[in-house]
């Protein structure tokens, strides 16, 4: 389990795991999937509890992931965010290299055969050679149904700008993904970017992030009705921020 951690590639932190304060007196079963990188560049894996007692938990081995074909021999690759909806399915997301030295989003299913290859998601037609893309956020309302939520690069003029993508998956299938219309007051070329993704049902999903409006940086969501996502929507902040 060494060396096995979430980490935000824009700001280089950690995410810690705590121990529990509870402690329980009796075994309670849990169902926890932690995904991260392990070693230095080598590849990504995935580590799970099954029961905790007296705050104490019992973690398996964790599992290194199969990347795409495409992958470098030293991937730089990572998995930061990840869903269950039974103890064994789980879908997770992040981010790879590429031979070529390009970054590509990528998402990964588990089912109780275990691990499938990681996946490559296909970006907007507009993506940069080099995308830099990732996936920030994965949430699945049950199995061949989920969210992937991140950001890419495209080409705007002579400068990449970095913008939000969503993509579907549908009965096991991903769909290119999409940007998102931005709010009406967005600036020209913005920055935007989706962290956080949530489902309450099939094609019933909220994504949240963050855009460049014409007077700063700006919260956003974008809701997901019977599977179409309507355009995005500023979140009014408290007063006085």
Known sequence: MRNLFAR?????????????????????????MVAGTVGALSGVGVASVSAVQ?????????????????????????????????????????SYAASSGDEYAMVDSRSARGWATAIRLRLPADAQPNPGAI?????????GSCVAAGKYSFANGDAPQTEAFLADETRGVWSRAAAPELPANAAAGPFSEFTAVA??????CVAAGSYQATGGFEL??????????????????????
Do not use: K
């Open 8 to 32: 935000s590639r824009d700001h280089g932190s950690q995410v810690g795991w705590v121990r529990a304060r509870r402690r329980f007196s009796r075994p309670v079963t849990a169902v926890v």
């Open 199 to 204: 489902c309450t049902g099939r094609g019933s």
């Open 135 to 143: 996936t920030d956020s994965v949430a699945c309302a049950g199995a």
């Open 54 to 94: 007296a705050g104490t938990s019992w973690w398996r081995r964790a599992t290194e992931i199969s990347l795409p074909s495409n992958a470098a021999g030293y991937p730089d690759a990572g998995l930061g965010t990840v869903a269950c909806w039974t103890g064994s399915s789980c879908e997770a997301g992040g």
């Open 220 to 241: 956003m969501v974008a809701t997901q009705f019977r599977g179409r996502w309507a355009r995005a929507r500023e979140v009014a902040l408290p007063a006085g921020a």
